[in-house]
Structures are given as structure tokens and as C-alpha cells.
């Protein structure tokens, strides 16, 4: 793979952790209003366990959110020490 | 008929209380019941009966869980919400709790709450059905656990979607094979309970997976060593190091008992190019230690996190290097003061093995400590039920996180990493001074006017002749 290539992929990678940053976050928002709304629908053992494991899920799409922007960071630095 | 087994039953104890306070009353103090009371009161009941045990076995208890004393004074800090000079975090944001540990390696370990699962050995301490449980548990909500001083279990493996293993001072992960498969090397020196004291599990309570997990002979006994092996120069550690860091490209750090040596021993460790630092406080747990071990040796947590955060300020390494603080960590509160003296992770033992027994204890009280149901080989080992385990031990961690987060909004805040000595107040003159953190009496503005004549203390000079004194000696030698 020559520098030009190699430089593609990189912006192909980063533009693509830069859309599952963002799936990502939309995700954790529709997570957190899951949990929000099975916590009103009663006392029933399984939708509290289902309430926490959407909390979880929203807590856990977050943590994606920063991996990707690690990542991103990563890309960036690469980037940045190939020759233009 | 229960009402009748009610009276009666009232009826005797009246009785029995009516005639035990008559026969108090009228002994002579040296032969009275009584006395156990005043000298229960002097020695300490937990005294008392491991004294009781001494002098029935002839050798040091092993007290589970650690020291009972509670030295870090948690207590005497307290987080200061906002309200409108800088407002609170809306609602409808949610606070990130994730934290990368080892950002320079190669391969950094993120968890997504930094509640970490303490190291708690197969064998050495935890049944392999305990062990499954704490790896679904802590795969579950998204964070790490860890081996302990160990071989590299097969099912805990395949359980933990991030495992932290200890390079340790017994050999048994010690391999490039084993240690390969990890997400994170912990090199194990030392523990909050035990300091870097040998231990040695017998022979005769070591069962076939055991000796397979820890790759023993049959008749061999597991032994901890006070060193590593291979490890007696600063230069070997420094190779070790840089032999695992380039091997396996995870996160290598070291696990230390906190002592009043802690720059200097991180010092070594910096030089070292280490990725993260463990320091387990004095109050830290483990399966079962000398009473003098638990209770006399170390330094407490609190002191132990602030003066490692300061050492690493000083050194320019807090983005380098992260700081993992453990021992005697028991409610949200203090996890998230943890982080605000400057950790960036922390672990728990006790706690989440209570999460993790939680309704279970039923099956052995009253007749059986709890415990039975998670330690090797124990009488109720094999009643403990995983699923149930790893899902109380989420619960736990995800309830832990939340309450976390909850400060958060209040002090106006968006990520539990975010949380900073700033955002405590202390009750405690002398905590203020040595943490760093202001006085709750007084105004900020007048902070220093309320400890100007605190210099003038014959303290002060006792610990400027001590200082001086210790300088001489060293002098001397």
C-alpha cells in the first residue's frame, strides 16, 4: 500500500469512527429514555432488570463514544506524521 | 399454642435476667460475671477471641477481609454542590463514567465505570464458581476484574470480557503463554493486608483443578514469595517491565501495599515507564492475614491516593500514568472522593463479594458465615448460584455508578473524571492541610488568616526537631 492509499484508509477510518461516535450517542439517548420509561410501567421484577440493563446499555453506548474518540485521535496523530 | 410458647417463653427469660442481676449484684467483683464486661470493653471483643484462638492453635489467625479499622476518615470530607455561580449539569445530560487505563500503551484498557473488581485469587482465596460470577458480573456492566496471585483460569477467562492478571510473586501466570492472553499486567509486590509478607497455602488444602490452574505438583504447597522472582535489582524490575510492555502491547502496572515509602517506590516505578499504579491502603481486604498484618502495617488509603496523585503532579505523569486506588472503599461516596483526590480507577473486593453473595446468605445463616458460599473449598461452596451472583453483582455496580453520578449533577459536572479535590470540602484542620483540601469553617477567602498561627504550634516544632534529628541519623549511617 503506497503513502496515498495508506492516507485514504486512514480518512476512510476516521470518517467512519466519527459515525459510530454518533450512532453511538443517539443510541445512549434512546437507552437512557428506555430506561426512563420502563421505570414508570409498574413494579414488575423483569421491567426493573430490563430498566437497569438499558441504563447499562446507555452508560456502556457512552463509553463507545469516547473509545471512538481515542481513536479518532490515534487516526489524527498518524495522520499528521505522514508527509503531505 | 404459640401464645402459650410465647408466654412461657417470656416467663423464663424473666426469670433468668431476675437472677442474673441478683447474683451480679451480690458477687464479689473477681468472681462476678460482670467482669467480662469491663475487660471486653479493655482488650476489644475482636481481641479477645483471636487472643482465644492463639492460644488454641499456636499460630497467627487468619482474619478474612481485612482490618476492622476504619483509618482513612472518609467522613470528614464533603462534596460542595453548586447552584449559580456555576450551575448544576441539566438533567438531560448524562455523565460519562468511563475511564482508559494506560492511555500510552499500545493496546489501552477503557472500562465503562471505574469500579474495578478487586484481585481475588482462585484457590488462594475464591471458589471457581465465585470467580465466573465476579467475571459475568463485571462483563455485564462493562468493567474489568481481576486474577489475583494466580494461574490463568480457564472459565474466568472465557468470562471476563476484560481481564486484568497478576504477574505475581507466587510464578504461576508468570509465563508469556499465560500472560499473553490478558488485557492488562498487574505486577503483584505487595497488598494493603499483607504487605510484601510470604504466604503459603498447605499442601493438603489444594485440590486437582487447583494444582492444574497453578500448574503444582501433587504434595506441593502454593507459596508467595516477599519477591518476585527473578526481581532482587531495580535494573530486573525495569527489564521486567519493558519485557512485558513490548510482549504484549496491554497496559503493565504494579500493585503495591501502601506505605510511608510511596515516592520512592513509585519512583522506581515511573522509571520504569509503568502504564498504571495500584496502591492498596492499609484497610485493604483479602482471604485471611495475621491480625498484625491487617491492623499495624501500611498506610491508610486516603493519605496513600493523595500523596501518589501529588507525586505524579510533581513528576509531570498524571496524563501517563493512571493511579488505581483499592483498600477499605465501602460506599459510593467514598469511590467518588477516591477520584476526586486523583484516582483514575479503583477496585473493590469486600463490597462486591457482598454484592455478589447478597440474598444468598440465607442458605448458610444462621449456622454458617456467608462466606462459606464463595471461599475454595468451604462447607457451602457449591450452593452459590452464578447467574444470580453475576446479575446482584451488576445491580450493585450499576446502582454504585449512578449514585456516583448523581454528585456529578450537583457539583456541575459531566463526567465522574471531572471530579476534583475542588469539589471537596473537610471538616479536619490537619486533613485540609495534608490533602490539600479547604477547610469547611471558614470562607475560602480566608483560609490561610485561619491557618497563619498554625506554624506557631509546638507540633510544628516538634516535627521540625524530629525532621532534623532523622537527618542527622541519617548522617551517621
Not at chain 1, 18 to 36: D, F, M, P, Q, W
Not at chain 2, 466 to 474: D, F, I, L
Amino acid at each position: 500500500m503506497n503513502e496515498n492509499e495508506l492516507q485514504q484508509t486512514l480518512s476512510y477510518l476516521s470518517s467512519e469512527i466519527n459515525r459510530i461516535e454518533t450512532i453511538a450517542g443517539t443510541l445512549s439517548g434512546v437507552e437512557s429514555e428506555h430506561y426512563k420509561t420502563l421505570t414508570n410501567l409498574g413494579e414488575d421484577e423483569k421491567l426493573q432488570q430490563l430498566a437497569l440493563e438499558e441504563q447499562n446499555a446507555s452508560r456502556q453506548l457512552g463509553e463507545i463514544k469516547s473509545i471512538c474518540l481515542a481513536l479518532s485521535q490515534k487516526i489524527e496523530e498518524l495522520q499528521n506524521k505522514m508527509p503531505q | 399454642m404459640l401464645l402459650f410458647i410465647g408466654r412461657l417463653t417470656r416467663k423464663i427469660a424473666n426469670e433468668v435476667v431476675d437472677k442474673a442481676i441478683a447474683r451480679m449484684a451480690k458477687d464479689q467483683y473477681t468472681e462476678n460475671l460482670f467482669e467480662m464486661i469491663p475487660v471486653t470493653k479493655k482488650v476489644g471483643l475482636i481481641n479477645l477471641m483471636e487472643n482465644v484462638m492463639r492460644a488454641e492453635h499456636g499460630t497467627p489467625p487468619g482474619r478474612p477481609f481485612g482490618t476492622h479499622m476504619r483509618f482513612s476518615p472518609w467522613d470528614k470530607l464533603l462534596f460542595n454542590p453548586v447552584h449559580l455561580h456555576r450551575f448544576p449539569t441539566p438533567e438531560n445530560v448524562a455523565i460519562d463514567s468511563s475511564v482508559t487505563i494506560g492511555k500510552n500503551a499500545k493496546k489501552p484498557l477503557t472500562i465503562s465505570t471505574p469500579i474495578m473488581i478487586a484481585a481475588m485469587s482462585y484457590g488462594g482465596a475464591l471458589s471457581k464458581n465465585a470467580k465466573i460470577a465476579l467475571a459475568k458480573g463485571a462483563s455485564k456492566i462493562g468493567t474489568a476484574t481481576n486474577t489475583g496471585e494466580s494461574g490463568l483460569m480457564e472459565e474466568e477467562r472465557e468470562a471476563a470480557s476484560l481481564l486484568i492478571g497478576q504477574y505475581n510473586r507466587g510464578g504461576w501466570l508468570n509465563e508469556p503463554v499465560k500472560y499473553k492472553r490478558l488485557d492488562a499486567i498487574e505486577i503483584q509486590l505487595g497488598q494493603g493486608a499483607q504487605g510484601s509478607t510470604p504466604q503459603r497455602t498447605t499442601a493438603k488444602n489444594i485440590g486437582k483443578e487447583y494444582r492444574e490452574v497453578y500448574g503444582l505438583e501433587k504434595g506441593e504447597d502454593a507459596l508467595i514469595h516477599s519477591r518476585l522472582p527473578g526481581v532482587d535489582t531495580k535494573e530486573q524490575f525495569i527489564a521486567l517491565v519493558k519485557k512485558l510492555k513490548e510482549e504484549t502491547g496491554v497496559p503493565v502496572g504494579i500493585k503495591m501495599a501502601a506505605t510511608h515509602h510511596l515516592e520512592k517506590e513509585m519512583q522506581v516505578a515511573l522509571e520504569a515507564e509503568v502504564d498504571f499504579i495500584t496502591i492498596d491502603g492499609a484497610e485493604g481486604g483479602t482471604h485471611a492475614a495475621a491480625p498484625i498484618l491487617e491492623d499495624d502495617l501500611g498506610l491508610p488509603t486516603i493519605f496513600a491516593i493523595s500523596r501518589a496523585a501529588k507525586f505524579l503532579a510533581k513528576k509531570g505523569a498524571v496524563k501517563d500514568v493512571s493511579l488505581v486506588a483499592t483498600g477499605g472503599l465501602v460506599t459510593p461516596g467514598d469511590f467518588l472522593k477516591a477520584l476526586a483526590l486523583g484516582a483514575d480507577a479503583l477496585y473493590t473486593g469486600t463490597i462486591a463479594m457482598m454484592a455478589l453473595i447478597s440474598v444468598q446468605t440465607t442458605k448458610t445463616l444462621p449456622f454458617e458465615p456467608p462466606t462459606g458460599l464463595a471461599i475454595y473449598n468451604a462447607k457451602a461452596t457449591e450452593k452459590l448460584d452464578i447467574e444470580q451472583s453475576a446479575n446482584r453483582l451488576f445491580n450493585y455496580l450499576n446502582a454504585a455508578t449512578q449514585e456516583m453520578g448523581l454528585v456529578c449533577y450537583s457539583l456541575g459536572k459531566t463526567s465522574l473524571s471531572d471530579v476534583s479535590l475542588n469539589d471537596l470540602c473537610t471538616l479536619d484542620p490537619f486533613l485540609s492541610r495534608a490533602l490539600g483540601i479547604e477547610l469547611g469553617y471558614v470562607a475560602p477567602d480566608e483560609q490561610n488568616e485561619y491557618f497563619e498561627g498554625f506554624t506557631d504550634l509546638p507540633l510544628h516544632e516538634m516535627a521540625r526537631q524530629n525532621k532534623s534529628e532523622s537527618s542527622a541519623e541519617q548522617h551517621l549511617h
